[in-house]
T-cell receptor
Framework: EAQVTQNPRYLITVTGKKLTVTCSQNMNHEYMSWYRQDPGLGLRQIYYSMNVEVTDKGDVPEGYKVSRKEKRNFPLILESPSPNQTSLYFC????????????FGPGTRLTVL | GQQVMQIPQYQHVQEGEDFTTYCNSSTTLSNIQWYKQRPGGHPVFLIQLVKSGEVKKQKRLTFQFGEAKKNSSLHITATQTTDVGTYFCAGNSNYQLIWGAGTKLIIKP
């Protein structure tokens, strides 16, 4: 089944404890991205990747890192999480970029205490 | 910066009534996409509009893209309980996908 998977789905952590949220797609998509969703603010892009080894900042990249070593995986790293990073995170992929539909993962609900 | 304003934020309707959400961009868009997010779910692609003045229909859903490619609308005729969720537009401008804040469709009991 064609899909985008994320893990974990739920995470409660404490300030400053490094964490990684994994994202994987099995559709051979070139483009992958991370979003955060907060009430009343819609979806805001954190980072995106046009292809392997190519990543770029989105609208809200501060406090986040990403890497794209393989086409299928695009992990999101929070080196030192803070409470303002408490949010719902979505990974998305598309065939070539913004001209194609975005396929979203199920989401990761992160709480930073 | 570039923005896409989406209104209203919420719309309460009786089942069977119509629903409309509007998106207005501060810049001309290459294309606009529409997504639906069910409660507790993730955004799911509905449609993409590319041409000026384009109108597309999916059963009870009608999507329009303005002549100037700066606004768009989604109209649902005779809403059903399965239509409940939040509808987002996302406009493509200058190689960025700019998201509206969404309109939440609520069916009154």
């Amino acid at each position: 089944e064609a899909q985008v998977t994320q893990n974990p789905r739920y995470l409660i952590t404490v300030t400053g404890k490094k964490l990684t949220v994994t994202c994987s797609q099995n559709m051979n998509h070139e483009y992958m991205s991370w979003y955060r969703q907060d009430p009343g603010l819609g979806l805001r892009q954190i980072y995106y990747s046009m292809n392997v080894e190519v990543t770029d900042k989105g609208d809200v990249p501060e406090g986040y890192k990403v890497s794209r070593k393989e086409k299928r995986n695009f992990p999101l790293i929070l080196e030192s999480p803070s409470p303002n990073q408490t949010s719902l995170y979505f990974c998305a992929s598309s065939l070539y970029g913004l001209v194609n539909e975005q396929f979203f993962g199920p989401g990761t609900r992160l709480t930073v205490l | 910066g570039q923005q896409v304003m989406q209104i209203p934020q919420y719309q309460h309707v009786q089942e069977g009534e119509d629903f409309t959400t509007y998106c207005n961009s501060s810049t001309t868009l290459s294309n606009i996409q529409w997504y639906k997010q069910r409660p507790g779910g993730h955004p799911v692609f509905l449609i993409q509009l590319v041409k000026s003045g384009e109108v597309k229909k999916q059963k009870r859903l009608t999507f329009q893209f303005g002549e100037a490619k700066k606004n768009s609308s989604l109209h649902i005729t005779a809403t059903q309980t399965t239509d409940v969720g939040t509808y987002f537009c996302a406009g493509n401008s200058n190689y960025q996908l700019i998201w509206g804040a969404g309109t939440k469709l609520i069916i009154k009991p």
